[in-house]
């Protein structure tokens, strides 16, 4: 098949491009700038966000599959969740505009696994409903564009829609890469565990986030999928462990109100509330399963 990847450079984008041409598709490219090469049988030029451009792009690549890996989220900054959001609201909508002009069957696409309300669990399925009235504006924004990416890919008519859920990423160039924000910070001994440390992270290597798309796009099966390793753990768990794993001291355990002052309030809620992510759906429907735990890759980059 062809198939279009957008987000080619990405991590999720990079890992992905030599395991579709592996299977044989034609695989072609979009990238916002040309210089940069991407292991790919084409390379198309457009900004997700500019509607005119990626109309150009898709008409160029006649794609029958179009994977959408688009996030600014490598940057870990304020500006960087808004582009993002805008990347799965208005970004989403270019590229459907642009593949039913195109001809494209299907849509592959990114999305998170943790942007459920805090009810019920320790681990849920794809029908919980969404944190979209979290007390915090900027996590609030960000499930609501999640919700609306959901909403474009699902409501199109004529293409069938996946969305992938992806747990919390690591792998080399994450955040939790030793060298990466979050790791160098639990590595210098610098990231306290709150004492009610009992939110459940479902955390996913690069590369399985990668293969997860690849059974996506050989599918017949569609819909809402979470995609993430067999190993869902509480921060009591999983944030001690990963500062024994980097030879970091223990977490210094903080009160409530100080663990929030200390972590801000996304990263408190991962460690205190946040639920884990069930990923039946995907492994009997999809056939797809995760091949490593972060037990066994968090800390080795
Ligand atoms: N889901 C999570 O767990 C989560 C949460 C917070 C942070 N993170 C971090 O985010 C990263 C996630 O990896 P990823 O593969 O999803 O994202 P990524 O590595 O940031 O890749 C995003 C892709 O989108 C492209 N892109 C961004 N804006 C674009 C635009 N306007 N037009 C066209 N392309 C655009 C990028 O192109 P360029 O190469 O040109 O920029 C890149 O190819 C990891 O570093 C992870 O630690 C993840």
Do not use: C
């Not at 849920?124 to 996590?139: C, K, N, Y």
């Not at 992806?166 to 990231?191: I, K």
């Not at 991962?270 to 069930?278: C, E, K």
């Amino acid at each position: 098949m062809r198939v279009l990847v957008a987000g080619a450079t990405g991590l999720v984008g990079s890992a992905l491009l030599p395991l579709l041409r592996a299977r044989g598709h034609h695989v072609t490219a979009m990238v916002r700038d040309g210089s940069r090469t991407a292991e790919a049988d084409e390379v198309v030029v457009a900004d997700a966000l500019d509607p005119v451009a990626v109309r150009l792009a898709l008409r160029a690549a006649r794609a029958d599959v179009v994977v959408h890996q688009l996030t600014a989220l490598r940057q870990m900054s304020a500006d960087a969740m808004e582009t993002t959001a805008r990347l799965r609201t208005e970004g989403t909508a270019n590229l459907i505009t642009a593949a039913r002009e195109a001809g494209t069957r299907k849509l592959v696409v990114q999305s998170i696994a943790f942007a459920t309300a805090p009810l019920g669990g320790p681990v849920l399925d794809e029908d919980a409903p969404l944190h979209l009235d979290a007390p915090d504006p900027s996590w609030a924004r960000t499930v609501q564009a999640v919700a609306e990416l959901e909403r474009l890919v699902l409501g199109t008519p004529d293409i069938a829609g996946t969305i992938l859920r992806y747990g919390t990423l690591f792998g080399a160039r994450t955040q939790y890469d030793p060298e990466g924000p979050f790791g160098a910070r639990v590595g210098r001994g610098r990231m306290p565990l709150p004492e009610d440390a009992v939110g459940v992270t479902s955390f996913l290597h690069v590369d399985d986030a990668a293969t997860a798309a690849l059974s996506a796009v050989d599918s017949e099966v569609t819909g809402v999928f979470n995609i993430a390793d067999d190993d869902p753990a509480e921060g009591a768990a999983w944030l001690p462990e990963y500062a024994r794993m980097l030879g970091a001291p223990e977490p210094r355990v903080l009160d409530a109100e100080m663990a929030q002052r200390v972590l801000g309030w996304f990263t408190n809620h991962q460690l205190t509330a946040m639920r884990g992510a069930s990923t039946d759906r995907a492994r009997e429907r999809l056939g797809w399963k995760p091949s490593v735990s972060w037990r066994r890759g968090l800390a080795s980059g």
